[in-house]
């Protein structure tokens, strides 16, 4: 069964790698409708885990209205309309609450519905709107540019998940937080931040100022390693979290050997805002480096 499952992932991932990549590269629509399927899906079965820990969401309006957060951000982009971006969240805030008045009602637990129903849009469509923002960052000029930048924190997550996986498996003898995610160690969390640390400087001394003409300092990417790290380690965690409550092992078995798109997604919905915000504001949060 351990040998079946484990040919199921790497067959998975040898299939959805280069596509995703390719898409990746095509960026524009492309990219936004995949994001846009991938927030409807990991919305779904958050849903479907708030609905087993007893809440009610508005499963069909969060998942509908998260599917379309990447595509506005990329109207937006494209010209289609132009309100504020950070507009986009309010109106949604706005839109769920209003909804909540005949959809639920005083006797449908308003308040839990709408709160659970909101963060779900947000967690998951509004999480993943930023891999489409990192596509089209302004210090990326370029499809290559582009395509490099938004691989950075992608790299990095793929990193931090096998080196956890790979090191807790090996020398892992010391449980991390038992309560919460039984299988992760010390070790595993102490191995991925190093391994993170090494691959983001590697990424950032060879690929960056090849492939998107940029260059930082190496202490900046030792930075951006060790937060990129602990914000997937924690997004590992804050969905352990919120399944044990429910009661589940899987979001869903969408995906052969993987589970559900949220339990591959967990950790890069952490990744990608905090990769965004360090690519954005590096002046602001790392004085010593200007």
């Not at 096998?162 to 807790?168: D, L």
């Not at 924690?234 to 429910?246: N, P, Q, T, V, Y």
Request: charged content about 10%.
């Amino acid at each position: 069964m351990a040998l079946s499952n484990l040919a199921a992932r790497t067959l998975f991932a040898v299939v959805a790698i280069p596509i995703l990549i390719a898409i990746v590269v095509v960026g524009d629509l492309a990219l936004a409708l995949l994001l846009a399927v991938a927030a409807g899906l990991a919305a779904w079965e958050y849903y479907r885990i708030a609905a087993a820990a007893r809440e009610a969401p508005m499963a069909i309006v969060g998942t509908v209205l998260a599917a379309l957060m990447p595509l506005a951000v990329h109207a937006y982009r494209a010209g289609y309309f132009n309100p504020p971006v950070i507009g986009l969240g309010a109106v949604i805030v706005l839109i769920i609450f209003a909804l909540s008045i005949w959809a639920r009602g005083v006797e449908g637990r308003p308040i839990g519905a709408t709160a659970t129903t909101i963060f779900g849009v947000l967690y998951s469509g509004g999480m993943l709107s930023f891999a489409y923002a990192l596509r089209y960052h302004n210090y990326a000029v370029g499809a290559a540019a582009g395509t490099t930048l938004l691989l950075y924190p992608l790299v990095l997550t793929w990193t931090s998940d096998t080196a956890a996986y790979a090191v807790g498996r090996a020398i892992g003898r010391h449980k991390l937080i038992p309560s919460v995610s039984p299988g992760k160690t010390v070790e595993g969390a102490v191995g991925a931040l190093v391994v993170c640390i090494l691959v983001s400087w590697l990424y950032a001394r060879f690929v960056l100022p090849r492939f998107a003409m940029l260059g930082v300092a190496p202490s900046w990417a030792v930075i951006v390693g060790v937060v990129v790290s602990v914000a997937v380690q924690l997004g590992d965690l804050a969905e352990s979290l919120i399944k044990r409550e429910a009661g589940v092992k899987d979001s869903s078995h969408l995906i052969p050997g993987h589970g559900g798109v949220l339990d591959r997604l967990d950790g890069m919905l952490f990744a990608l805002p905090v990769a965004y915000l360090l690519f954005t504001f590096p002046h602001v949060l790392i004085p010593a480096l200007r």
